[in-house]
């Protein structure tokens, strides 16, 4: 028995589509977020846009005003610093949806979205879509390292993730400390509470995937770090990855290289945070970092 009640929202029972308050967090993404967007103003309604800006250095927080003026219905926007978890988490909090789903400025939504995600709700309270990775061949056809607890897939990236907004408020959110690795921490915590997690394929967004080698084993370095801060907080996990599928399906010079990249990203957060107080205690809660002095709503 979990420590909430989870039932389908009002509108749905009632056969109409559920609100949805869509969650993005960008940094510098002038080069997507446009396309993005276009992509979302083709929803299914009714829905909400919040984007949160961690105050870019580019173009992006004027395309977003630009596109606020012009569906002042539709779009909000906010500025707030921190990592993603921290603007995500600060997104949630001015969403109107009682269900939220989150995608990333580097994506594009598929024309049913909203309506999959919607499908999907009948089944969980939290549902996942399929994420089809763009960008150069060798780097797409990378499959994600799987993360099983008690059968279930965590790793489902917050790119294409709905979580009831009780429910996501309940567990504490994402918890900011994270550099990445939030959404596997929040879905790891979120199923360990009893929760269940849908996999609804037509529910489909595009990443579009770092395009050089350098950025790309960057990415992954990071990845890895923020691997080493999921074993701080829930102990030993390395068992439940699916590590041997992955080698067995993917045995490629490139393949190897993010394995490695991981791995030193691994080993640089077990060296340079051992034994200090920027260890993520075990069983510790989410931390609702970001203080509202940093954070500003532009006029709806």
Known sequence: MTWWSWSLPAAEKKDEPAFIS?????RNEERHLAALFESLLRQSRPFEVV????????RTWEIAQDFQRRHPDLIRVFQHRGHR???RN???EQARGPTVAFIDGDCTAG???????????GHAPIVAGTTAVEGPEA?????????LQHGVDVTYPSCNLAYPRQMFLGLGGFDERFITAEDIDLNLRAVRSGARIHFEPGALVHHFVRETVPRFLLQAFWNGYGRKQLTEKHGQLWANYQYRRMLSTQASPL???????ALVGYFTRLVTV???DRRIPPDAGAGAGGSPSHSKQVAE
């Open 51 to 58: 984007l949160v800006d961690a105050y870019s250095d580019d």
């Open 22 to 26: 869509v969650v993005i967090t960008v």
């Open 85 to 87: 978890g921290a603007g």
């Open 111 to 121: 024309p049913q979205w909203l309506e999959q995600l919607r499908k999907g709700l």
């Open 255 to 261: 393949a190897y290289a993010r394995l490695l990249a």
């Open 274 to 276: 051992s034994g200090t």
């Open 139 to 147: 780097f797409s056809q990378l499959e994600r390292v799987e993360l």
């Open 90 to 92: 600060y997104g949630v």
